[in-house]
C-alpha cells in the first residue's frame, strides 16, 4: 500500500469534534542541542548519555537537531502543517542551571522568543515543565528519591509560570512520570540509570507530590488549563492461567493505575500499594499527601504506542524488571508486524483504552498528548521521504480514537509524536518518529508523507469535508 492509497480515502472518512485540537509534540533535550550556551546547567541527560555503553552508538542530545537556533524554521514547518497547537517541553536547567536559586534570564528568554513565534503563527503553545531532564545538582542531592525534589520542582513552576503564564494558555507538569521513576530507577535503561527498587518507589510518589505542589501553585497564579500527561500500555495476560492474570494485574498496576488513579481519586491502588511493600519498597506517602496529588486537574494527557501481553512464571526470569517485584513477570515479544523500535501495532487496544480511562477519570477531558511509530526513512531520489508505514499507523490510530470518542469518551485533542526526526534518548538517533524527517549532517528538514497526510486530515476536518 501506497500513501497515495490510503490518504484520499481516508482523510474524509473520519470526522472529529467541532474544536478538535490537531498538534504535534516534541521534548526539549530531544530536539534543542545547544546544551553549553546562555547558561544552561547540566541535566541528568547530559550525564546519562556522555556515561559510556548508556545510550545506542554514544549518541548524545549535544546537537540533536539545532531548534534552540531553527526554532522560526520548525515553527513555520508546524504552520505549513495546519497545526492548531504545539507540545513542547522547558528545559528545567537552561531556567535554573542549579536546580534552584538563580534564575537564568537567557534560558527563559528562549522560550519567551519560541512562543511569540507560534502565536504570531497562530499556533497555541502547550508547555510541558518536565519531560525528563532533571538538573543534574538536584540528582546530585539525590533526585526524585529526595522528596525536597518536589517543592524545587513546585518553585521551578512558579517561575516558568511568572514568565509565560500571560501568554502560555495550556500547562502541563510532567511527561511520563512512569518513565522518569521506573525506568530510570528501576530498570536503568534512562538517566540516571539506576536499579534500586526502593528509590524507584519514592521517586514514584515523589514526581506525583511534585504534580501536586506545582498544580497548586500555578492555580494561585491564575491557570485556568492545567493538566499532566501519563503514558498507558494496555496489558493483558497470555492465558486465563492465574499466573498470567496476576502477571497482568501487577504490571497494570504500575504502569497504568499507578499514576492515574491516586490523581484521579486521592488514593494509590490498594493491590499496587501491596505489592511495593511486598518488594520492600513501600511507597513513602506523608500526611495530607494523596490531597495534594489529587489536586483538580483540567484535562489529562494520554500518550499511547502499544499494547504489552504478559506471562507469570513459577521461577525468576533472570532479567533485571522494570517493574517493582517483577521478576517473575515475562513481557512477550508482539505477534504481527513491529516499528523499528520493536513495538507492536495495536489500534485497538487504543479505542479500549480511552473508554477505560473514561470510566477511571469520568470528567477530565482527555488529549492524546503522544502517539506515533518510529520507520527506516530515507530521502528518496525523488527527494522526498515516502513513509506509508507511519502514513498507516497515523490513520489507523486516529480512526481508532474517533471510535472511542464515538463511543463517549471525552478526547478533544490529538497531538502526534514527533513533529521532527529527533534524539530517541538511550536508542538515540537511530529512531525516527517525525513526520518532518531530519538529516543530522546537515539539519535539513524534509516533510515526510506523512506530514501531507496529516495535513490533508486537518485541512478535511476543519472544511467538514
Ligand atoms: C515517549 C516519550 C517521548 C518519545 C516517545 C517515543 O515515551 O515521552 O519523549 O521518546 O516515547
Redesign the pocket.
Known sequence: MTSTDVRPQTAAGLTFPPGFVFGA?T?AY?IEGAVDVDGRGPSIWDTFSHTPGKTFQGDTGDVAVEHYVRYPQDVALMKDLGLDAYRFSVSWPRVLPAGAGAIEQRGLDFYRRLVDELLGAGIAPWLTLY??DLPQALQDQGGWTDRDTAYRFAEYAGVVYDALGDRVPHWSTL??PM?SSLLGYMAGQHAPGHQDPVEASRAVHHLLLGHGLATQVMRDKGADHLGI?L?FTPMSPATDSPADVDAARRLDGQQNRMFLVPIATGEYPADVVADLADAGAPLPIEDGDLEVISAPLDWLGV?Y?FESTVRGLSEPSGKHPTFIGAERVQDLEPEGPTTT?GWGISPEAFTALLTRISGIAPGLPLFIT?N?S?WPDEVSADGQVHDPERVDYLLRHLAAMTEAIDAGADVRGYFA??LLDNY??ARGYA?R?GLVHVDYATQVRTPKDSAGTYADVIRSAKDGV
Open positions: 509534540a521534548a530531544q519531560h525528563w511527561n511520563e518513565c500527561t503514558n500518550n504506542y523500535m503522544e506515533g518510529a509524536w514527533s530517541e534518548w529512531q518518529f
